[in-house]
Nanobody, 123 residues
Framework: QVQLVESGGGSVQAGGSLRLSCTAS????????MGWFRQAPGKEREWVAA??????GTYYADSVEGRFTISQDNVKNTLLMNDLKPEDSAMYYC??????????????????WGQGTQVTVSS
């Protein structure tokens, strides 16, 4: 089992920055692929970014490439969001999947989820 807790959401003006954090716990989470998703009202959940154990690989959706940076230390996964746009407004979720599911671009295989943290970007 892996437990995930997000923090760091909030409100910011367009062009600003926010840093989201996901604190993980559990027996084997350190070898999991950690990802971020977001979901805006009335829209489908969107995969945003992922990072593999030890930052062996980082992956981004085209919509955030160059603006968002995912990183990981011992117990915390961080999503630094720069140059935020109103269309980035959503509930952001941390997620994890075991290593045998692979780690790369796309939403498949995630089976552990945090409770979400809201990001609001005003124009």
């Amino acid at each position: 089992q892996v437990q995930l807790v997000e923090s760091g959401g909030g409100s910011v003006q367009a062009g600003g920055s926010l840093r989201l954090s996901c604190t993980a716990s559990g027996s084997t989470y350190k070898r999991y692929c950690m990802g971020w998703f977001r979901q805006a009202p009335g829209k489908e959940r969107e995969w945003v970014a992922a990072i593999y154990f030890g930052a062996a690989g980082t992956y981004y959706a085209d919509s955030v490439e160059g603006r968002f940076t995912i990183s990981q230390d011992n117990v915390k996964n961080t999503l630094l969001m720069n140059d935020l746009k109103p269309e980035d407004s959503a509930m952001y979720y941390c997620a994890a999947k075991p290593p045998w599911q692979g780690c790369g671009i796309g939403p498949s295989g995630y089976n552990y989820w945090g409770q979400g943290t809201q990001v609001t970007v005003s124009s």
